[in-house]
């Protein structure tokens, strides 16, 4: 069984970068067909996509973030990435990392992280 | 963006009676090879999402067999037969098709 592990600081200051690494466990993040990536949701709103990573490095990212995020990957690790910069209060959000097959067909999910955006 | 609009926002209900929730997006999801890429997930409290059902209408390994999924280029539904307690949580739609992937805002199903 796939699982996935966030970790990261749970408080970032204001224009500050925001970073984040996802551990993949059950599998290996080389596998073909698999995407990986991260998800926000800020308090009381919706889920948003951030971007992912394939294994080649290859990565695809929502163009409204577009300027401001970056996903890297490890595979010696079996771990990847983001790193958010120069945050704001708008930033502060659960944070999942998260595998996808295609066409952002998302089946395993992390348990999430809080990272909150204050001085 | 695909913007992906659930209704209700908010369903109670009792338990052992149906349940259903509407999908609708602003462009038909049906993409060029045929399929057609609009996946639910549940969110019960505490939790992460865990996808229900993919592609319209497949159910996942192990999501019971009273959830069911339909619908066809923007609109979609998710029925829950007989509600039971551990049903509780909040649930997404989420449209693949057309790039970024977009979320539904999310339905809250209570019980009365």
């Known amino acids: 069984q796939l699982q996935l592990q966030e970790s990261g600081p749970g408080l970032v200051k204001p224009s500050e970068t925001l970073s984040l690494t996802c551990i993949v466990s059950?599998?290996?993040?080389?596998?073909?067909?698999?995407?990986w990536g991260w998800i926000r949701q800020p308090p009381g709103k919706e889920l948003e996509w951030m971007g992912s990573?394939?294994?080649?490095?290859?990565?695809h990212y929502n163009p409204s973030l577009k300027s401001r995020v970056a996903i890297s990957i490890d595979t010696s690790k079996n771990q990847f990435s983001l790193r958010l910069s120069s945050v704001t209060a708008a930033d502060t959000a659960v944070y999942y990392c998260?595998?996808?097959?295609?066409?952002?067909?998302?089946?395993?999910w992390g348990q999430g992280t809080l990272v909150t955006v204050s001085s | 963006d695909v913007v992906m609009t659930q209704s209700p926002l908010s369903l109670p209900v009792t338990l052992g009676q149906p349940a259903s929730i509407s999908c609708r997006s602003s462009?038909?999801?049906?993409?060029?090879?045929?399929?057609?890429?609009l996946n639910w997930y549940q969110q019960r409290p505490g939790q992460s999402p865990r996808r229900l059902i993919y592609?319209?209408?497949n159910r996942d390994s192990g999501v019971p067999d009273r959830f069911s999924g339909s619908g066809s280029g923007t609109d979609f539904t998710l029925k829950i037969s007989r509600v039971e307690a551990e049903d509780v949580g909040v649930y997404y739609c989420?449209?693949?098709?057309?790039?970024?992937?977009?979320f539904g805002q999310g339905t809250k199903v209570e019980i009365k």
């Open positions: 462009l038909s999801l049906r993409y060029r090879d045929g399929n057609t890429y």
């Open positions: 059950g599998g290996s993040i080389r596998s073909t067909n698999s995407y």
């Open positions: 989420m449209q693949g098709t057309h790039g970024p992937g977009t």
């Open positions: 998260a595998r996808d097959t295609g066409h952002y067909d998302v089946d395993y």
């Open positions: 592609r319209v209408s």
């Open positions: 990573i394939e294994y080649s490095g290859t990565t």
